[in-house]
Antibody, heavy 118, light 108 residues
Framework: EVQLVESGGGLVQPGGSLRLSCAAS????????MSWVRQAPGKGLEWVSV???????YYADSVKGRFTISRDNSKNTLYLQMNSLRAEDTAVYYC????????????WGRGTLVTVSS | SYVLTQPPSVSVAPGKTARITCGGN??????VHWYQQKPGQAPVLVVY???DRPSGIPERFSGSNSGNTATLTISRVEAGDEADYYC???????????FGGGTKLTVL
């Protein structure tokens, strides 16, 4: 079955760090563009970061310099390292696939909740 | 950065047609994609490249795009269509993906 399963969310204090994982099955992460998209409680969708099949990465201005997207091809898993977390980073984080390098998201995980609070 | 503007809410009676707009500067020159999100669930792609539907999405869902406005049209609306809908484009100038603020569709 083609699916994405996120993990690693939880409660973290402001200034802390967290690493999210997204395990893929049924397709190969490294041959697709893969993104992280987040949704703050009661708010809309916000694109966070992308990693292209060639390894190039891009970040939303709101997380640039604090978050790092990466992948482990041997584990077919996508990651998001989040440092210097702020209250405004509180959100459900979804990983999503841009199939074939297209500019839309055709497959989404169920998401993992990150809460930044003291 | 590129901005997409959606109305916060749209209401429609069952069996009628709902139209959800997405405004952006010269959006007609871009590929626009639409997602449906029901409470507690991940978004689902319902229209891509302006007017194409993924497999499994009913023909009742269609899209158009011209000038400064893209539109998602849902014909013969059903109670199960009640959800939040988001438009999305890729901003080539920044290699960023952009979402509209979302529209809550209420079926009366």
């Amino acid at each position: 079955e083609v699916q994405l399963v996120e993990s690693g969310g939880g409660l973290v204090q402001p200034g802390g760090s967290l690493r999210l994982s997204c395990a893929a099955s049924g397709f190969t992460v490294s041959t697709n563009y893969m993104s992280w998209v987040r949704q703050a409680p009661g708010k809309g969708l916000e694109w966070v970061s992308v990693i292209y099949s060639g390894g190039t990465t891009y970040y939303a201005d709101s997380v640039k310099g604090r978050f790092t997207i990466s992948r482990d091809n041997s584990k077919n898993t996508l990651y998001l390292q989040m440092n210097s977390l702020r209250a405004e980073d509180t959100a459900v984080y979804y990983c999503a696939r841009n199939a074939g390098g297209l500019d839309f998201f055709d497959l989404w995980g169920r998401g993992t909740l990150v809460t930044v609070s003291s | 950065s590129y901005v997409l503007t959606q109305p916060p809410s749209v209401s429609v009676a069952p069996g009628k047609t709902a139209r959800i707009t997405c405004g952006g500067n010269n959006i007609g020159s871009k590929s626009v994609h639409w997602y449906q999100q029901k409470p507690g669930q991940a978004p689902v792609l319902v229209v891509y490249d302006g007017s194409d539907r993924p497999s499994g999405i009913p023909e009742r869902f269609s899209g158009s795009n011209s000038g400064n406005t893209a539109t998602l049209t849902i014909s013969r609306v059903e109670a199960g269509d009640e959800a939040d809908y988001y438009c999305q484009v890729w901003d080539s100038s920044s290699d960023h993906w952009v979402f509209g603020g979302g529209t809550k569709l209420t079926v009366l």
